[in-house]
């Protein structure tokens, strides 16, 4: 059975832009929520994959440039989805799988190789519980992403 949600056939960029913005938001919400830590916490910690570990003592202009990236990195994220899904119709048509499978993409990308990479050069320590709900988080990233993109126009040849 085919979930089918009205169709609104819109640009690729409205798609990303949307997705992007409203999965990245989201996601903040989530960390603060998995974390019990309030969102300006977490928006520092984002922050901190810049600036390292100084980022924490910051303010408000801190937790301004963690959005920012924050955005920045749901933005290229969605634009990556975008981008294949206009190529490949499966990743429209069946958009919730699709979404769940790009969600384990990015939890991987995002703990395995962002992270430790970043200035913090963190590499993840979950228990069974803290796995559980940071997966959760983005499976749901994954599907806000593939909901907003599964109605883009398809590349012609």
Do not use: C
């Amino acid at each position: 059975m085919q979930l089918r949600v009205a169709a609104r056939n819109h640009s690729p960029w409205t798609a990303i832009v949307l997705g992007g913005v409203v999965a990245g938001t989201l996601d903040i919400g989530a960390a603060a929520l998995i974390n019990w830590a309030s969102p300006a916490l977490i928006l520092r910690f984002v922050a901190g994959g810049l600036l390292g570990k100084t980022a924490q003592d910051g303010g408000a202009a801190i937790a301004l440039l963690g959005y920012g990236v924050q955005i920045a990195m749901s933005l290229i994220i969605a634009a990556i989805y975008v981008g294949a899904s206009r190529r490949l119709a499966w990743l429209r048509e069946r958009w919730i799988a699709a979404g769940l499978a790009f969600g384990v993409v990015v939890f991987l990308v995002m703990n395995f190789v962002v992270m430790p990479l970043s200035a913090l050069a963190r590499w993840p320590h979950f228990t069974v519980t803290s796995f559980a709900w940071n997966m959760l988080a983005m499976l749901v990233f994954g599907v806000i992403i593939a909901f907003f993109a599964r109605d883009t126009t398809a590349t012609r040849n």
